[in-house]
């Protein structure tokens, strides 16, 4: 490919509204355009990189043994209607109205429109089990469309479903399709985890998610620094941690007057954060409740609301702590004697000795507190908290990490609540009618290029992963037009490279070296080589990995056996 | 390939909304699926087809120079403003109201996505000329969606579009275009005629469409059997015959009392319908109008409004045709001694002598008529009739045929239309703004398959082109499942195949062998080969080509160099 005959935009501004680096990225490299709000162009630059990703992940379904076949996008609302989710799926479900006044949907998802295929066309048990998968345009109305492509109304995304005769055949595919998801992002060159997910209202039975590590990511992660543990941070289990110590310290009531908060208390006191204890005044089914966690820990509400009796909990009012403590926020704590409060203290609480709460009286706190000897224990001891750096993995190897991650994929064990719904069965062996259960397995496909570049960028632009790179390697030729040498060099490297398997994109814009140079860094090639009028004569081409410190003057045989060792 | 971990299925019956052969045979093997109205579902075995049209227009876009970009589906109405078609283009555009009630269209062409593309990327004249292409879904909300994918309203096409300092440049590129057209459709297998079509309102300078020939085909095209003239009938020119013969006969006066046709005159007569004159009166400016052809031509409406003072020309009525003529429908012509018409005879009408027409009197023709001596001499000669097989072709190279033809391309030189109403200018050498002129080019991807089918197919089903097979060839297994040695023959065979470059299927899911035959003939795979017992001792494979009578049983030798011949 000469980039003479290519169209390469690149620019210096974007506009203010490109908030992370990705979006600036992929518009100063001239990768999108923006044609209306959540709608992008793909340029020939950016859809080079799209097609890389969509081809990894078609092999990968392929090798799977998942099917590809193309639904429409434009759905029937009876379908939609027959799951209920016409209504349910909400304000993202982009309506459409054609001239004969029938309703439709531009397709977010395929479920309705599979399960539809799959009643007319699997009838018996013996096209079990049956994985189909799409590549396609997907349309989501955002109600913020920002990031780019990142979360853009209109992107691409690989959908598939597969069925079952019973839920051992569903966990097999499930295994086969989770190594396929880990093969396509390890091949895409991508620090990603698979995370335990939340399987919520649907009442799957398994779901993970595939986060691509990005510190802009919108979620935080926990993983296991010796196993494949990963987890979203709220769901990841904080174990218990080890006995209990001796009291070492009496009972003492220390003046606070400003201090309501553990960090301003353990300041004031020069002790850690970590023997302080936070205590969170809530209302739950049977009344007041205190919940207590470590100063330097986080309550985490969807473990609180798992617990019995406080799944609709609500933080308490002053007034009712007032009422119940008798002081007000900022010096409570679960020491009452003669009026014992209900306390659910997080694990590591209840294994805390000569800890500091708030003394339940205005300008003071409690140091040196005891269970058993200054309170009661407590009356719950459970994980109320988020996990921190450090922990030990729930999986029992190794610690936990944390770090922000960009989910691009999701895969879930639907189970049948699809098919029960619209009535999808097939034969068994005795020829009686079952409902399959079924799996759907998604990756976002144009979002795994905004969530690379968030990975993989520096100060001088992206800094593209082998696997995605518009082109592995660029030709830079230095003055094109006014010496035809290093033109036919250029054409003989260029015809070695490809030779090789290797993409190699040839600059003969003309441009001064300074500019081609920036562009190249820009758009993130992994090898840039130039040829010089100075080259030729001296037998050597200028070599650049996109990551060296400096580019330095090789022989062909070096040049090539660099290039080619990355490939 | 093995079929058993695919998902075929084939039926025998279709439901009777299918009414061409392409869409009973599509239905019939499982190429698709109706989801609604105007909506299919690509089945496995649909896609593979699909994928092969596309990967073949793919790669002719990029070897004629175009670059693949992707563009979004969805589109704002403020564009489709901008050039008047959002109230122009009628009801096949499907609007779309977003959740904030602002307007956008399911994209039907990408005329105005591309020419706000290009105002913002293109600035100078040194990034012309420049040639986009993408490959996409688009919608058409027609009123009478039928034929299957045929006249579907989702559908995938590939649109070009191409933007030219000048109209030279512009020639330039549609001649490149226009080849690569004629490559993708030789390529395809498929016999296509590219048509010259008329520019229409849009007041382009050029335009052809391409059309697969096919008995069911919509549009009439002539064409020469020595050049590679076409052109719609409606459009092709009827060229002058030779001069006119000498008067041979006295004019008579006939009884004709119930022949009000050429035809039924003729057959009275004994005559040949050549030697008949149909009298078609028309209201144009001027008045009263008698247009004349051949008893064996068709009168062209589009020729005729072409013709000064016709332009917006209607049938005479009975009262007109009485007022100027002194009788009814039937018996009307162009001899009027003393109050003579005017008459615009065709071309060959000019050239007659001896000529039979209507007498002006009720049940009466008149027969041995001659120009100049009965009557005068036409006041206009032109060619107002639709062309018939056998006429010389209008390029003066060979004689016409007629064929029908499915419309699946569309090139056209589209000028400055575009770039014009929506402001899209570059600077041109010397600085100064200057618009360009654009070419767009069309291809129904989705549409070839159906016309692939129409032209291509027999009894048993589908007879596909070996590039649009969605396997080359297909190895059938006898017994599958009692004869595991059948299977290990079929497996080596297979991987021969595939190292030839084949792509084969084993149909491994252990059907009798006439089921299996029907449906491997149904979905129209070009070479079968039948792996058998009988034949693994005999050393030979029963190998019958699709359009073979009968097959035959060869050595392995003989296979590969059969099957390999064809790819």
Known sequence: MRLSQFHLHTSKEVPAEAEIISHKLMLKAGMIRKLASGLYTW???????????????????DAAGAIEMLMPSVQPRELWEETGRWEKFGGQL???QDRKDAWYCYGPTHEEVITDF?????????????????????????IRPRFGVMRAREFLMKDAYSFHLDDADLDRQYEVMHEAYNRIFTRLGLEFRAVFADT??????????????????????????????????????????????????DMTRVETPYQRTCEAVAELLGTGLERTVKSIALIGEQGFVLALVRGDHQINEIKLAKLPGLAEYRMATEAEILENLGTEPGFIGPVMPGKPVHVIADRSVAAMADFVVGANEKGFHLAGVNWGRDLPEPDVVADIRNVVAGDPSPDGSGKLQIARGIEVGHIFQLGRTYAKAMDCTVQDANG???????????VGVSRIVAAAIEQNHDASGIVWPE????????????NPKKDPAVVVAAEALH???????????????GLRPGAMFADMELIGVPHRIVVSERGIVAGTFEYRHRLAEASENIGLDALLTRVGAAI
């Open 495 to 509: 015809r070695q490279l490809n030779g090789m398997g290797i993409e190699a994109a040839m600059d003969d814009r």
């Open 467 to 478: 696997a995605m790179a518009p082109w592995q390697a660029v030709i830079c030729i230095i």
């Open 118 to 142: 799959a009643r007319q066309e699997l009838a018996s048990y013996k096209q079990l089990p049956a994985c189909f998968y799409q590549i396609q345009t997907k349309f989501r109305d955002e």
């Open 200 to 249: 919520g209202a649907i009442g799957g039975s398994a779901s993970h998610e595939f986060h691509v590590l990005a510190a802009s990511g919108e979620d935080a992660i926990a993983f296991s620094d010796a196993s494949g543990y990963a987890a979203n941070v709220e769901l990841a289990e904080a174990l218990a941690p080890g006995s209990r110590a001796a009291a070492g310290a």
């Open 94 to 96: 982009l309506k459409i």
């Open 432 to 442: 009686k009618a079952v409902t399959p259960t079924m799996g759907c397995y998604g």
């Open 43 to 61: 340029t020939p630059l950016g859809l080079r990189v799209l097609r890389k990703v969509e081809r990894v992940v078609r092999e990968e379904m």
